[in-house]
């Protein structure tokens, strides 16, 4: 597979923009369960000077993308490019010409919520879950308070009630009692009668909340140091903020004891939270996001991508963020936080509104229009065992290597061979005995190049492509009498196996031919099920003007033609929206494998919307053009 695709796992839209009646930001609004992500820049709406912004922030399962590394799913780094990919979402608002977007990672955690509206913002977010323009997080936390004794004796104090009480209307109450001993205390009754100090009236105090507790009718639990006059009051459920708290002083409003909250980040008692600001890296509260602005020569997290037209997704190579984050960790790379797409800091800045970019979001009905990061790469196998060339001297020296492989299965699974010192291999050529159907005696001659380090060496230097996979690149010169080669793979002292090419002579021509190719994917089924992750379609090209020889016709085998270039692309049939382009850039990643049976690639057909039919299509690169092939393949996709 040289394609895998990740969608996003959170994602929200944050904004400043103001509400209908232009006095009011929406600062606290949430849209995080919006099928939609919007993008602007609004000037001189409210006031000739006023700005107001709205920006989109999405996150990743890196974890997943490391994962799949770990099991060799997808290659190391260097060797796979990550793309953003975020498809536009057309609407019936402007649309923004000649604006430039920047990427840029976010460096702070971050809370999707569950907000829906976009148009009136009336899906709050203040100290409840989700992100907004203000805060990243709300983070429900278990408040604290203490009760601190003033009085030393019990004098005045029989019958006076201790009460906790909450701005909700709940409240606790004790009732003191000069005639129960301090160790007396239970869990309505503060014992006074042997009290003679502050610490005294705390021990008392704690004996009643304890007893309280234990009895579950207050929703506490305390702690005290045996000697304090202090008593700390913990909540025993975490909440948001404001519901409820311990009001000013105790014991029937006079100054025995009082209570205190903690002011620290925590706002309110029994259901005290804080939530969480963005910060800037100085660690100052900032407003719409937190961002990493690191661009060197390791590290990039941010990008820029232009729009001239105003309606282009976004694919976007990704690729120095992806493995940042891949290592994790502020030593070793960056920790996950996601991304923020918005518009350039100069132009959040202009005096020019640009109103409005839309894409669509993780939850939106459209299956391949979701937010994806897509790991593309060359998982080519070039496998000239079917196409095996003597060297010629109208050859460049590349071509005139031939790149042989041996699979080694054990058990039906790829297995490396034990004991190969430094996981080489050594691969050797012999011509055929009498019968061309064992090889002979003699090792063939081979010429410098490749994995041969000298010519007129008898051995090829192999080694490990991936687990159980070997290869070997080898030229060696013959002429057409010798119609069979032998390899054989083998270390020192061990021949592993013996495989058989027939070897063809490359041709000059005095006219430029233009082959016609005909094709059949000769393992395609009707249909396949999501869940399988890895499939292997397989194509046969033949040229159609073909002309089988006598050994063919004996045979009923017809040969396959051999193309070095081959690409696929994949489209949902019923409205022939392509899923997968053809690959021809850079990565290769849509490339076709060979090998001496034909053409061949893996898909992961999880990445498919289930209950759809789809069509292959493939591209020829053949004297130096590509050509489209005029058959195309259709299979369905079940859930």
């Not at 919307?609 to 069509?615: A, K, L, M, V």
């Amino acid at each position: 597979m040289a394609i895998k695709r990740y969608t996003a796992n959170a994602d929200n839209t944050i904004t400043n923009a103001f509400e209908s009646n232009l006095s009011t930001r929406a600062t606290g609004s949430n849209m995080g369960r919006a099928d939609i992500l919007e993008v602007f820049h609004i000037y001189g709406q409210e006031s000739s000077t006023s700005q107001e912004l709205s920006r989109a922030i999405i996150e990743f399962p890196v974890t997943s993308i490391s994962t799949d590394r770990t099991n060799d799913d997808i290659p190391a780094s260097g060797s796979v490019s990550f793309y953003l990919r975020m498809f536009n979402a057309p609407h019936g608002s402007s649309i923004p010409r000649d604006a430039t977007y920047t990427v840029i990672a976010l460096s702070q955690s971050w809370q999707e919520g569950y907000g829906m509206d976009m148009e009136a913002y009336t899906n709050l977010t203040y100290g409840s879950t989700g992100s907004n323009w203000l805060q990243a997080t709300d983070l429900l936390v278990a408040a604290t308070a203490s009760v601190t004794a003033i009085a030393t004796a019990n004098t005045g104090m029989n019958g006076l009630t201790l009460i906790l009480s909450g701005t909700d209307g709940t409240s606790y109450t004790a009732t003191c009692d000069t005639a129960l001993t301090i160790a007396g205390s239970t869990a309505t009754s503060v014992g006074l009668s042997d009290m003679s100090s502050a610490a005294n009236l705390a021990n008392a105090v704690y004996n009643t909340l304890t007893g309280a507790l234990a009895a579950s009718t207050v929703p506490i639990s305390a702690s005290w140091d045996g000697s304090s006059a202090v008593i700390t009051l913990y909540q025993t459920e975490a909440g948001k903020v404001g519901n409820t708290h311990i009001n000013g002083t105790l014991v029937d409003g006079t100054s025995y004891a009082t209570a205190s909250m903690n002011t620290g980040s925590v706002q309110g008692f029994y259901s005290g939270s804080q939530w969480t600001p963005w910060f800037d890296t100085e660690g100052i509260a900032t407003d719409g996001g937190s961002f990493n602005e690191i661009k060197n020569a390791s590290t990039r997290t941010w990008f820029d991508v232009a729009m001239p037209n105003g309606t282009e997704d976004i694919e976007l190579d990704i690729t120095p963020l992806v493995e940042d984050w891949i290592k994790g960790g502020a030593t070793a790379g960056l920790s996950n936080h996601g991304l923020c797409v918005k518009l350039t800091s100069s132009l959040e800045s202009s005096s020019l509104s640009q109103y409005t970019k839309k894409f669509f979001a993780r939850g939106s009905q459209y299956f391949f229009k979701r937010p994806v990061i897509e790991a593309r790469w060359d998982s080519s196998v070039s496998d000239n065992r079917g196409s095996f060339y003597f060297s010629s001297s109208i050859a460049t020296a590349a071509d005139n290597l031939n790149t042989l492989y041996l699979y080694n299965y054990v058990r039906g699974q790829l297995q490396e061979i034990p004991n190969l010192t430094n996981k080489t291999i050594l691969v050797s050529l012999y011509s055929g005995s009498d019968t061309n159907t064992t090889p002979g005696t003699d090792k063939l001659e081979l010429s410098v190049g490749g994995d041969v380090v000298a010519a007129s060496d008898l051995n090829a230097t192999g080694g490990i492509v991936s687990t159980g996979i070997y290869s070997a690149s080898i030229a060696v010169t013959g002429t057409t009498a010798l119609t069979r080669v032998f390899d054989m793979w083998h270390d020192e002292s061990t021949e592993f196996h013996t495989g058989s090419s027939d070897p063809e002579v490359f041709q000059s021509f005095n006219y430029n031919p233009s082959p016609n190719i005909v094709s059949s994917m000769t393992n395609l089924k009707p249909s396949y099920n999501k869940q399988e992750k890895n499939t292997r379609f397989r194509l046969f090209t033949r040229q159609k003007d073909w002309t089988p020889n006598v050994y063919t016709k004996v045979t009923q085998e017809i040969e396959n033609y051999t193309i070095d270039s081959i690409y696929y692309s994949l489209s949902r049939t019923v409205d022939d929206f392509e899923v997968v382009a053809f690959g021809t850039g850079s990565d290769n990643y849509t490339k076709l494998s060979y090998d001496i049976t034909g053409s061949y690639f893996d898909f992961d057909v999880s990445i498919l919307e289930g209950g759809y039919s789809y069509t292959i299509e493939y591209l020829y690169y053949l004297n130096g053009k590509y050509i489209e092939s005029k058959e195309s393949y259709k299979f369905r996709v079940e859930e």
